[in-house]
């Protein structure tokens, strides 16, 4: 069974740092990682999606990398805005059959102060 | 705009009573799903359907219940027999799994439940 971790599960940063958000899974037969941000109360907004085969995607001051061999996504984001904070989640969707799930971590809440 | 759109954004349900959460795409995507959340626990897969017709249960079926008729639509219905509804729940749609397609998922807004 797929499990999917994400550490810090919350962090605080100083408006201008760059910063570092972490995810690792089981099982590293993945389809693709997918990252979100999601608002209090709102639903997901994608940020970016990585494909097995890829290493990394940038978007603006986004960058995901993926190491499917060990089982680890990061995600940098570069000279941080107190507009960055909320949570973010990743996800991973499974490949082979019926690879129609995404398994969800639990996400890291963020916080830039300004 | 293309997306995905959830209502109601708030619903109260009455203990005993069935709810119907809709959600509607425009983004010609095959595939949809249902997720509920509830803080501390992550997102967790009540039902997807890859398409129009057809559905599958995922982790939380029990208690919930859906139907495809249409491949833009794809409601929920809360039933009674789910014992602990209130959550925030969330539609989502994407590209079929078929080969090299992009599986890139789309999230609707959200409908909070809440049993009253």
């Known amino acids: 069974k797929q499990e999917v971790t994400q550490i810090p599960a919350a962090l605080s940063v100083p408006e201008g740092e760059n910063l570092v958000l972490n995810c690792s899974f089981t099982?590293?037969?993945?389809?693709?990682l997918q990252w979100f941000r999601q608002d209090p109360g709102k639903g997901l907004t994608s940020l970016l999606l990585i494909q097995s085969s890829q290493r990394e995607q940038t978007s603006g001051r986004l960058n995901a990398s993926l190491d499917k061999s060990s089982g680890r996504s990061t995600l940098y984001i570069a000279a941080s805005q107190p507009g960055d904070s909320a949570t973010y989640l990743c996800?991973?969707?499974?490949?082979?059959?019926?690879?129609?799930?995404?398994?969800f971590g639990k996400g890291t809440l963020l916080t830039v102060n300004p | 705009d293309g997306g995905i759109t959830q209502s109601p954004k708030y619903l109260f349900r009455k203990e005993g009573q069935n709810v119907t959460l809709s959600c509607e795409q425009n983004l010609n995507h095959d595939a949809m799903y249902w997720y509920r959340q509830d803080p501390g626990q992550g997102l967790r897969l009540i039902y997807y359907?890859?398409?129009?017709?057809?559905?599958q249960k995922g982790d939380i079926a029990e208690g919930y219940s859906v139907s495809r008729e249409k491949k833009e639509s794809f409601p929920l219905t809360v039933t009674s027999a789910q014992k602990n509804p209130t959550a925030f729940y969330l539609c989502a749609s994407s590209w079929g799994w078929a080969g090299l397609m992009n599986t890139e998922a789309f999230f609707g807004q959200g409908t909070r439940l809440t049993v009253v």
């Open positions: 359907s890859q398409i129009v017709n057809d559905f």
């Open positions: 099982d590293s037969a993945i389809y693709n």
């Open positions: 996800a991973v969707r499974r490949s082979g059959g019926s690879n129609y799930k995404l398994t």
